[in-house]
């Protein structure tokens, strides 16, 4: 359903420069597991919404998340040349063009939260607050603080506290975000969304550990892209600080924070996100 989706989510009339088009839907359509749009659609199911409904709102993370991937990659950034086993967006169109991609598919992503309302009929009160909500998590508050702080930390992160707060805004954030935007087009409780925050804060941060563990360890092949990159750029990560052993339990114990925080709310079939959270912490790409 995403991936169809998302083959429409710059419509084709719009007069759009063809390298930017093509850039754009490049990184949209690389692949990957569409993890923040499913849990959008997910959190919407367990709560009864409408799946169509909710699908603007998950194309509007997926480009979110692309945007800021493309930006990831840039040689100013992490300087990465594959991208899910493919040649990243500069290296095919220029960084001129990959960062105005970029930019323009963060740009996208609002206007599409907007047909929540505007297509399904979602009270506009309910849009708005994803729409804020989105501006938070994205920002400087979220994921580009967290980008920022991981750029930082490169001179020196010397306290696990540290590496936890670059991984909960860079990685949890948009997580926490997908989960509670699933629950405001299903019109979750207060006590719902806070439970949704919890679950995803936890799983955001067992998926960026387990992150760093198939770095170390995982296949190259299923990866699409090099191991040790984390250890080449000096990076320090959990497996770093407290070893692949004590990383692995982490991700275990914060999968089971997790289901607990989702298990005590006032959730009927919670099924599909304690899935995904199993799934998450026995993946390996």
């Given at each position: 359903m995403v991936e169809a989706a998302l083959i429409q989510a710059l419509p084709a009339?719009?007069?759009?420069?063809?390298?930017?088009?093509?850039?754009?839907?490049y990184s949209l359509m690389a692949g990957?597991?569409?993890l923040r749009p499913i849990l959008v659609l997910a959190a919407a199911e367990v709560l009864g919404g409408s799946l169509e409904a909710a699908m603007p709102v998950a194309l509007a993370i997926e480009m979110v998340h692309t945007y800021s991937l493309v930006h990831d990659d840039l040689p100013a950034m992490d300087n990465d040349d594959y991208r899910r086993g493919k040649l990243t967006?500069?290296?095919?169109?220029?960084?001129?063009?990959?960062?105005?991609?970029?930019?323009?598919?963060?740009?996208?992503?609002?206007?599409?939260i907007t047909q929540a309302h505007k297509g399904h009929g979602i009270p506009a009160e309910r849009v708005l607050a994803i729409t804020e909500e989105l501006a938070i998590y994205a920002g400087a508050r979220g994921m580009v603080g967290g980008q920022a702080a991981d750029m930082l930390g490169e001179q020196g992160i010397t306290k696990l506290e540290e590496l936890a707060f670059i991984h909960t805004h860079k990685t949890s954030d948009l997580i926490v975000f997908s989960l509670r935007a699933g629950g405001?087009?299903?019109?979750?409780?207060?006590?719902?969304?806070?439970?949704?925050?919890?679950?995803g804060n936890a799983i955001g941060l067992a998926f960026q550990i387990q992150d760093d563990i198939l770095d170390i360890i995982g296949d190259e092949k299923k990866l699409g892209k090099p191991v040790k990159s984390d250890e080449k750029q000096q990076k320090v990560t959990y497996p770093f600080f407290i070893g692949i052993e004590a990383s692995e339990q982490k991700v275990k114990d914060l999968t089971i924070q997790a289901k607990e925080a989702l298990l005590r709310a006032q959730i009927a079939h919670p099924e599909r996100l304690l899935q995904l959270a199993d799934y998450l912490m026995q993946r390996d790409h």
């Open positions: 009339a719009w007069d759009v420069p063809g390298s930017l088009r093509e850039s754009m839907h990957g597991k569409r967006n500069h290296k095919v169109y220029g960084e001129a063009m990959a960062i105005l991609a970029g930019d323009a598919l963060l740009t996208q992503a609002f206007f599409s405001h087009i299903a019109g979750a409780t207060v006590a719902q969304l806070r439970a949704l925050s919890e679950f």
